[in-house]
């Protein structure tokens, strides 16, 4: 019978063991997943505050480019508002100096839209 109390107390003994062994092991998962927590929030503090800055600076570019943009075609629409100007006055000016050859060119671009359009149909 003293084998059997033994036995029976090791393992008791074992068994009392393991289970402090295993209250170790799930008291460190524990501490080690709060840590990984606190990292895994810096990080994304980390990343957010980066991306934030990334995303003013791509909007501040982007409002920089449309701004360049707009001011280009400001100088391109003055630029065709004159030349259409130039050709206003430079017809204005043919017509008024040969009335019967603008009349004459007039009729046969006329002529020459008509056959073009028909022959399209």
Known sequence: MDGDKR????KADLSESLGKDLD???AEVAR????????????KSSWS????????????VLDDKVNEAG??????????????????????DYI???PLQSVALAAGIG?????WSKGRS
């Open 111 to 115: 002529l020459i839209l008509g056959l």
């Open 7 to 10: 036995t029976a107390q090791a």
């Open 24 to 26: 170790a092991l799930r």
């Open 32 to 43: 080690l997943t709060e840590q990984l927590s606190a990292y895994v929030d810096a990080e």
């Open 49 to 60: 505050k980066f991306l934030s800055k990334e995303a003013k600076h791509a909007r501040q």
């Open 71 to 92: 001011a280009k075609a400001s100088e391109l629409r003055g630029a065709a508002q004159e030349q259409a100007s130039d050709l206003q006055k430079a017809t204005l």
């Open 96 to 98: 008024t100096r040969k």
